[in-house]
């Protein structure tokens, strides 16, 4: 969250700039009055205390005196200031909560180098990588593929679950293993730790990462529990070192986990809902860093590198895209995001024998974010330079690395062939122990 000071301090300036996600953030005009009647309290109830330690030592002497009737009225003052500091503590308390509950639901202030927009037709793309595939005959889309080969299950997986789950199968569930395996090995030999997280998480993980309160209609919750099933590896792992305080020295960390992702996408429509493209459940590697604040945003570039460095290995074609103010994320203050060329997504004519592409439509296949200490101070996650050092939050980012899933439909649309076999990656033929998916 927000720091509560800061807030007060810079106010309509941090109202400005909170605006700009195309939202009214004008609430926080109370926080000044809020935080006012907070510190009064604390001042009154020091004075009562200050007031009932001088009643104390004075009923002391008044009774080393034998003055019993002066004593005795002293007592009973006492015990309307004890009732009065409990009144004014549940008072102050409720206003923490309030206040707390504000800031909660405050997202983290866009960075100064987002363009500033309503939605995402306002963001900036920063580069193109890799040339769109042209192909001699019409490209399908992924999920006309696999019906064909009986690759996905989609009916069945409806049956024993709902809409939006799949079964792969056969070598496409290999496909899936394979791209997951690539990912990590990479991830690692440039010097992330790998990790199985939790799939289930509680309410405080889910708070501290920022999908609480805000987002909980997108969230599973279990019964019985306390739990959450995980929308992205990103919740375990930035709640790995909550309410601890690391050394400088110690920092940046840098994880990579491999694990399932549960999402409801309430509101969640159109093209999108065919294919594996948005399910309830998918698989994703996540890449999560804790850094020093001043390291934040360099961080950001080399964390968004990795990312795209697992789609050129890959070789298919992606863009860099900043997202403006009205379209990143509620944690984030500032995003990149990754969107892979998906032939599916867009038109083709024909032109001597080959199938050119006429439109420009890429699709989101990782967010790589700067978090600042947005997420820390949620999860009171801190470090000291020194041991003389105060304590100050790290910096967060994560992004991922990528969604195997899109990936998969990815490399099936822009690998297929005219006789709907599908070439391998070459980076991905070690795991397949094939070149072709027949």
């Known amino acids: 969250m927000l720091d509560t000071k800061y807030v007060i301090d810079n106010l309509e300036e941090v109202i400005k700039r909170l605006n700009t996600r195309n939202d009214d953030y004008s609430y926080l005009r109370e926080l000044p009055a809020l935080d006012q009647k907070r510190r009064d309290i604390i001042v009154k109830v020091d004075k009562i205390k200050m007031d009932r330690n001088n009643f104390s030592k004075e009923i002391g002497k008044l009774k080393a005196q034998k003055k019993e009737e002066e004593a005795n009225k002293l007592l009973q003052e006492m015990a309307f200031s004890k009732e009065e500091i409990a009144k004014l503590d549940a008072e102050k308390v409720e206003i923490e909560n309030q206040i707390h509950e504000m800031m909660l639901k405050t ?7 987002l363009p500033i927009g309503i939605d995402d037709t306002y963001n900036r793309v920063e580069k193109y990588v890799g040339e769109k595939k042209t192909f001699p005959f019409k490209p399908k889309a992924h999920w006309d593929l696999m019906n064909k080969t009986g690759a996905f299950d989609f009916d069945r997986a409806a049956k024993v679950s709902g809409t939006r789950f799949t079964f792969y199968l056969g070598t496409y569930a290999r496909l899936e293993r394979a791209l ?6 990479t991830h690692v030999k440039a010097g992330y730790l790998e990790v199985l ?10 708070t501290g990462s920022g999908q609480l309160p805000k987002f909980a209609d997108q969230a599973y919750n279990t019964t019985p529990g306390d739990f959450w099933m995980i ?9 790995y070192y909550r309410d601890e305080i690391l050394s400088a020295d110690d920092l940046p960390k840098w994880f990579a986990a491999y694990s399932s992702c549960f999402r409801a996408e309430a509101g969640a429509a159109g093209r999108d809902t065919r294919g594996i493209i948005r399910q309830h459940q998918f698989q994703k590697v996540e890449l999560v860093k804790y850094c020093l604040p001043e390291k934040s945003f360099e961080e950001l570039e080399s964390l968004t590198e990795e990312a795209e460095k697992i789609l050129e290995l890959l070789k ?8 403006s103010t009205g379209d990143v994320g509620f944690s984030s203050a500032k995003t990149y995001d990754l969107e892979v060329w998906m032939p599916s997504y867009n038109d083709y004519e024909e032109k001597d024998g080959l199938f050119v592409p006429t439109t420009n439509v890429y699709k989101e ?19 000291k330079r020194n041991k003389d050092s105060k304590t100050e939050y790290v910096h967060m980012l994560n992004g991922s690395g990528l ?18 076999s599908i070439t391998v990656p070459e980076v991905l033929r070690p795991y397949m122990g094939t070149d072709i998916i027949k």
């Not at 997202?107 to 180098?113: G, K, Q, T």
Request: hydrophobic share 35%; aromatic share 8%; net charge negative.
């Open 316 to 323: 298919l074609p992606y863009r860099r895209v900043c997202l």
């Open 107 to 113: 997202p983290n202030l866009p960075d100064a180098s």
């Open 197 to 206: 997280p939790p799939y289930m998480v509680n309410t405080a993980s889910l």
């Open 180 to 185: 997951a395996s690539f990912m990590l090995d």
């Open 403 to 420: 969604a195997v899933g899109r990936t998969v439909a990815a490399v099936l649309e822009n690998y297929q062939n005219e006789d709907g």
């Open 231 to 239: 929308p992205t590896a990103e919740v375990p792992v930035t709640n």
């Open 365 to 383: 296949i990782s967010s790589c974010s700067n978090d600042t200490d947005y997420q820390a101070r949620r999860m009171n996650i801190r470090f």
